[in-house]
């Protein structure tokens, strides 16, 4: 009975948090260009929840996780305007063919350890990005333009909720038991029997379905494309997001994204110093706060719950 109470809690929150922001948008109190950013917040949400499983629950440093986003915007983009297909095919197959990349690329690399799997993953995403590059069809440096704008908030919103559920869930199960042993300790990991090599592929291509279902997204939302906006510091951005909230806290991933999407345009105004305020305040939090925001803790709502019952005993 406790457990359905907690459900139907945070349900009424997810709904209670889309009608808030929903009617805010349509009543213009928040302005369209501010709309848009907050849709852009829950497409970054979705790619730092899908990096954090890979890189902060399972210890592997991805650093092309930017290459998996080109690919489901790519693939998105073509069924939509090529195939004409609806908008959900667009979202699975990008997802899909990601994943599929991710287990080709993921084999042969996933046995590589530290840096030099991230410096795999590094090129990987710049030969994705010279591919996309030099394929005519689908617009090459010129770009992928025409794609329909069927993105919007509902959407964004409750594939970002879908996301970090599903990561959410994975994380607490068996299998997500195993992969942060593999984090703590991959020797320890692979001598108490856990088959390190298949929950690492399992993390990357579950990882890199998310980033491909952002990518398609993001596709549907900018309407245009182009592989210089896939490259390498889009990655780093990806990371950003979750080494500022913590490394193996979906909870520190989702206010680091909120917070570094929205800070960069709130500091506009004051132009040339906005970047500069931008990194001292990145390097400041690694300096004091090196674990991050919430380290691999998770907001809870326990602290509410105890605070209410002390009230009702009184």
Same mark, same amino acid.
């Given at each position: ?12 929150? *997810? ?20 709309? %848009? ?18 890189? %902060?629950?399972?210890? @592997? ?34 997802? *899909? ?50 794609? =329909? ?25 068996? @299998? ?10 991959? *020797? ?22 998310? !980033? ?13 494309? @182009? ?28 206010? !680091?994204?909120? *917070?570094?999407?929205?800070? =960069? ?47 009702? %005993?009184?």
């Amino acid at each position: 009975m406790k457990k359905i109470v907690k459900y139907l809690v945070y349900a009424l929150l *997810i709904i209670g948090f889309y009608f808030l922001f929903d009617f805010l948008m349509k009543e213009r109190i928040v302005n369209r260009y501010y709309g %848009g950013i907050i849709v852009l917040v829950c497409i970054n949400i979705i790619l730092a929840a899908s990096l954090n499983l890979i890189t %902060g629950f399972t210890g @592997q440093l991805c650093l092309g996780h930017a290459g998996f986003m080109s690919i489901g915007a790519y693939t998105g983009a073509m069924i939509s305007v090529k195939l004409h297909l609806p908008f959900v095919p667009a979202l699975i197959a990008g997802g *899909i063919l990601s994943a599929l990349v991710a287990l080709i690329i993921g084999i042969p690399t996933l046995k590589l350890k530290g840096d030099y799997f991230a410096i795999t993953t590094l090129g990987f995403g710049e030969i994705i990005r010279v591919i996309l590059t030099n394929i005519d069809y689908l617009g090459g440096p010129r770009g992928f333009s025409g794609i =329909p704008p069927k993105t919007t908030f509902a959407w964004a919103y409750f594939l970002m909720i879908a996301s970090v559920i599903i990561i959410y869930n994975i994380i607490h199960s068996a @299998q997500g038991r195993a992969m942060i042993s593999i984090r703590e300790n991959e *020797i320890a990991a692979e001598a108490m029997g856990v088959n390190t090599s298949r929950f690492k592929i399992m993390a990357f291509a579950i990882a890199a379905f998310f !980033a491909g279902v952002a990518g398609a997204l993001y596709a549907h939302y900018t309407m245009f494309i @182009q592989p210089d906006g896939f490259n390498f510091l889009k990655s780093i951005e990806i990371l950003t997001f979750v080494v500022f909230g913590g490394m193996g806290s979906l909870s520190g991933s989702i206010i !680091a994204t909120v *917070i570094l999407t929205f800070m =960069p345009e709130l500091l506009r105004s004051i132009k040339d110093l906005r970047m500069i305020i931008y990194s001292v305040a990145l390097i400041v939090l690694m300096i004091f706060r090196p674990e991050g925001l919430l380290g691999t803790k998770e907001i809870s709502l326990k602290p509410l719950k105890k605070l209410f019952s002390k009230k009702e %005993g009184r």
